[in-house]
């Protein structure tokens, strides 16, 4: 496998790809005899950015991301059982709630993570409506934390309250866990911010019924290997991120003979199945916590530009990067470009939300989209935009994964390890495609689309970089 | 939709691939540059060949071919339960055994064909070892008959005998039927030529756990519908005929509530559920079907040169068109290029063999190999490869497929209908991915690959088609 700079200095010697930067006419007239082309929304740096290779401190970048890039690869996320949140996430108490995205207070929040707020608080019993649940949301009698500062994370909203199921993910290769709450499926559901009846119902029958199906069977048939799953799905047209159906296929074939030996109602087990077969994102629930499980132990490596985070809470977008893991670069959500549900337009959308962007910061997601020509339907655009997704993203990361591959790309490895000095060099941003929340907190999925990070949370990174 | 005479005329206003003919160094240096190309093997007619517009009786055969596209199309086969074969197939009695492609005596069958024949007479308890049993079937005293002969398909030596379960398939627009085995998983299995203890112990538990499982399930959950399924998969990888990852997820998906409440017992549900989860190929013996039931109602149609069957015995490769029904055109069968399974090579393989071409002849399999890029690692090629089978298809097919459709060309249709006119016009040969069997009795499995469907058939009918 070669490294970044590597493939750089074999550039010609490859089968060539057509960069077409600016000459809009030129990439058409490619574009219509079948020529792969890609057009990059190309900004030259006014005076060029030189390669950054050394701390101020001496240390090699380099190779503190050849490290990251070993350490997030070598990781083996495993399915290892369920439990409540408050019993396995570290530092959850009572009163604590988790969302997506970078810190922030009530008072910041978007409409979507509100409303998801709210609902959490009617679910836990806290609250005994939402308008209870916003006043005690304003008290300062709630805790409210990131996932991502809990070894978590969560889809939209990604509200984890304390008394909901969560998957238990370990990495087999480092000991570290990982935390995700159970998908409740798509449209009017809590982490689209969403609450009332409907949604409580749901939820509760996720804690007494498919939960305790699930832990039955986890602890009957042991850990399921989730590196081999997500890497067989990108080979069904799956990017694990907005499409993950054959996941969610991968996953009920794998799991299944374990839950008919231990589940033994009948109609209770073929519950549990219809509803998993119902909801075609129900592995997205463990792509992401797989993700964060294979991240987590590159956190730490001194002088490593490449993200370990990237995360929205639907007001803010943040980036962490390996080499200064606590410290969070923000800027503002950006607009997601979409598809609408019927009776919605992009005057309903929230602006970009949710931690789902793990999954193109480990080297899936929106970053292996020639993967997934089929997601065109749910999020827009053309087979040829998807692989120019992914053409594209190889520009700004650091290597190709050893793991997870493209078979229409003769199994070439996906982007892998967005690296914060290619963005700048570049000025190429991460590309991402995600849901889209109605703005208003109660309401729900109004569609999906596609946009790119911002880039100023990238400059200051880079700025921080600078002074490492 | 257009026809395939519009597609032509429109041929300068659509998006070009180029085509090359002869010139490798220049497709060489195209392919290069991404530029999709396709190199056809191209043997120009000597004197060309006129269009075949009218049968001699005046049948316009536009027409009838527009006629065979529609009810290929429209048909909706489902699985509707299953049976023991002596019950349900037509003319079946209790020293029936039916086999694949076109009709064969036991003299002139191939190995593979005589160690299925042999087995399957030892698993009727018909003859006592395969000695026994292929004394009885030179005897005479057993009726050899090709499955085409009775609504049936059967993959590799397709042998079916009076107490296998099978399916059954109805078409749910035309009424029809057709039938097809439980599918064995892959390697010593009785279809790869095979038998044996291990052979006929499964074929048991096939007969008694499996079939009995998987009936009482569908008598409780009613219809599948197979051409959506087959429509899912082929978005997710699979061209359902070499590859059935997906189809056999999706099938899992749809059948394990049923089961669930059907069967008590959760270890014997386990295993059923196992059984399939072991073998990504337990959704070929539904496409198979699922492609008869979608054929037969065009049979008949007067001056169709529409294909309704391809198939081989593993001697001969036959041919049968919409217009002649009942006719079989034969070639010997042909070689296969491709992967063989470690200690195994060419000088091991029988030719071309099975009744899994059924899946080509409807517009999918080997014609649909651009949805599955994945394929190469298990028949050889690359994934630009998978895309040039596709698009010579196109070639010598009557129409694109209003269900069946390929992601990563957009959601273009499959190449639908082979038309016997095209293939000689343009000197194009159908395109088959397919197993390989051991070309003695008794070995199995040794490999996968492709190869190309013999021309004489295609002459001979051709010729025919002119006295019509």
Same mark, same amino acid.
């Given at each position: 496998m070669a490294s970044h700079s590597e493939k750089r200095s074999d550039l010609f010697d490859q089968p060539i790809t057509v960069i077409n930067i600016g000459l809009t006419g030129f990439s058409e007239s490619l574009r219509q005899q079948g020529v792969p082309?890609?057009?990059?929304?190309?900004?030259?740096?006014?005076?060029?950015?030189?390669?950054?290779?050394?701390?101020?401190?001496?240390?090699?970048?380099?190779?503190?991301?050849?490290?990251?890039?070993?350490?997030?690869?070598?990781?083996?996320?495993?399915?290892?059982?369920?439990?409540?949140?408050?019993?396995?996430?570290?530092?959850?108490?009572?009163?604590?709630?988790?969302?997506?995205?970078?810190?922030?207070?009530? %008072?910041?929040?978007?409409?979507?993570? =509100?409303?998801?707020?709210? !609902?959490?608080? $009617? /679910?836990? &019993? +806290?609250?005994?409506?939402?308008?209870?649940?916003?006043?005690?949301?304003?008290?300062?009698?709630?805790?409210?934390?990131?996932?991502?500062?809990?070894?978590?994370?969560?889809?939209?909203?990604?509200?984890?309250?304390?008394?909901?199921?969560?998957?238990?993910?370990?990495?087999?290769?480092?000991?570290?866990?990982?935390?995700?709450?159970?998908? %409740?499926?798509?449209?009017?559901?809590? =982490?689209?911010?969403?609450? !009332?009846?409907? $949604? /409580?119902? &749901? +939820?509760?029958?996720?804690?007494?019924?498919?939960?305790?199906?699930?832990?039955?069977?986890?602890?009957?048939?042991?850990?399921?290997?989730?590196?081999?799953?997500?890497a067989q799905a990108l080979h069904m047209g799956d990017e694990c991120h907005n499409r993950n159906r054959a996941g969610t296929s991968l996953f009920l074939r794998a799991i299944t003979p374990a839950m008919a030996r231990t589940c033994e109602d009948g109609e209770r087990l073929a519950q549990v199945i219809e509803f998993i077969n119902e909801n075609d994102h129900f592995f997205l629930n463990l792509s992401m916590p797989a993700a964060k499980a294979m991240l987590e132990p590159a956190e730490g490596i001194e002088g490593s530009t490449i993200l370990t985070v990237m995360a929205r809470n639907g007001t803010d977008f943040g980036i962490r990067m390996a080499g200064d893991p606590d410290r969070w670069f923000t800027a503002p959500a950006g607009i997601v470009e979409g598809l609408f549900l019927p009776g919605f337009s992009a005057d309903d959308a929230n602006p970009d939300i949710g931690d789902s962007t793990i999954t193109e910061t480990a080297g899936f997601g929106g970053f292996a989209m020639a993967a997934a020509p089929a997601i065109a339907s749910f999020v827009g655009g053309t087979a040829q935009d998807a692989l120019n997704s992914t053409f594209e993203m190889y520009e700004i990361c650091y290597t190709e994964h050893e793991h997870f591959s493209i078979p229409t790309l003769d199994f070439r490895g996906t982007p892998m390890g967005i690296d914060v000095r290619f963005v700048m060099e570049t000025g190429i941003l991460p590309k991402l495609n995600t849901g889209i929340a109605h703005k208003d907190p109660g309401i729900g999925m109004v569609g999906a689309g596609i946009l790119r990070a911002p880039k100023e949370c990238f400059i200051e990174a880079f700025e921080a970089i600078k002074n490492w």
């Open positions: 082309v890609i057009d990059v929304d190309w900004r030259p740096p006014p005076e060029g950015i030189p390669r950054l290779t050394h701390t101020k401190s001496g240390a090699s970048i380099e190779e503190a991301n050849k490290e990251t890039a070993r350490r997030i690869m070598a990781g083996r996320p495993e399915i290892v059982g369920l439990d409540l949140a408050k019993h396995v996430i570290p530092g959850m108490s009572e009163r604590t709630i988790l969302h997506a995205g970078p810190p922030i207070h009530w %008072e910041r929040m978007c409409g979507p993570t =509100r409303g998801a707020v709210m !609902g959490a608080l $009617v /679910y836990e &019993r +806290l609250a005994r409506s939402p308008e209870a649940a916003a006043e005690l949301s304003a008290s300062g009698e709630i805790t409210f934390d990131p996932c991502h500062h809990h070894h978590a994370v969560g889809p939209m909203a990604g509200i984890i309250s304390p008394s909901m199921p969560v998957w238990i993910i370990e990495n087999a290769e480092f000991g570290n866990r990982a935390y995700c709450t159970l998908n %409740e499926g798509l449209g009017k559901v809590l =982490r689209y911010g969403a609450f !009332g009846e409907d $949604v /409580y119902r &749901r +939820l509760r029958w996720m804690a007494d019924v498919l939960y305790p199906t699930l832990a039955a069977a986890f602890e009957r048939a042991g850990p399921i290997d989730l590196r081999a799953m997500i």
